[in-house]
């Protein structure tokens, strides 16, 4: 795992990769070393935090603000509805359409959930298909790593990365 932060708000976070570095790669390489700022210590809540996730622990991500500005609006609402989805909730592509208020748009909402720039905050690995099947997930261990983060939501003593 590995996330960037800019001011007060989270730029990105990834999740999947092989080691920290191709992660970190995933990001744009290593932010400039700068006195502890603002969005450093945001970066360090954050990551308090999404450990406290990989653990198992049922917490919630929605007090961090994301850059969404170069969303649509559409995509800030299907983000929207997504963020409200809690913890070992699931909803179909669907079934988000509409709780963003546009019921037709299912393959639309696929295709912001494939381009979800903030895994686990942003919790796009809740969204399944009509059936309740593992559709899609960008992460580079794809359905495999929704499934064992799905399974982490719905089974307390697991951990994400064992």
């Given at each position: 795992m590995a996330w960037r932060c800019s001011g007060?708000?989270?730029?990105?976070?990834?999740?999947?990769?092989?080691?920290?570095?191709?992660?970190?790669?995933?990001?744009?390489?290593?932010?400039?070393?700068?006195?502890?700022?603002?969005?450093?210590?945001?970066?360090?809540?954050?990551?308090?935090?999404?450990?406290?996730?990989?653990?198992g622990e049922c917490v919630a991500f929605d007090d961090f603000r994301i850059d969404d500005q170069q969303l649509t609006p559409f995509a800030q609402r299907v983000i929207v509805a997504c963020r409200g989805l809690g913890w070992g909730e699931t909803s179909s592509y669907k079934g988000l359409a509409?709780?963003?208020?546009?019921?037709?748009?299912?393959?639309?909402?696929?295709?912001?959930?494939?381009?979800?720039?903030?895994?686990i905050?942003?919790?796009?690995?809740?969204?399944?298909?009509?059936?309740?099947d593992l559709r899609g997930f960008s992460a580079p261990t794809g359905v495999d790593l929704k499934r064992r983060m799905l399974d982490l939501e719905t089974r307390p003593m697991l951990r994400l990365f064992a």
């Open positions: 007060s708000v989270v730029r990105r976070v990834t999740i999947g990769a092989a080691t920290r570095g191709d992660a970190v790669a995933a990001l744009g390489g290593t932010p400039p070393k700068t006195p502890r700022s603002e969005a450093q210590r945001l970066a360090e809540r954050l990551g308090e935090r999404l450990g406290r996730y990989a653990c509409g709780r963003a208020g546009s019921p037709g748009a299912a393959r639309a909402v696929g295709s912001v959930m494939a381009n979800n720039r903030w895994a905050v942003v919790p796009c690995h809740r969204v399944v298909g009509a059936g309740g």
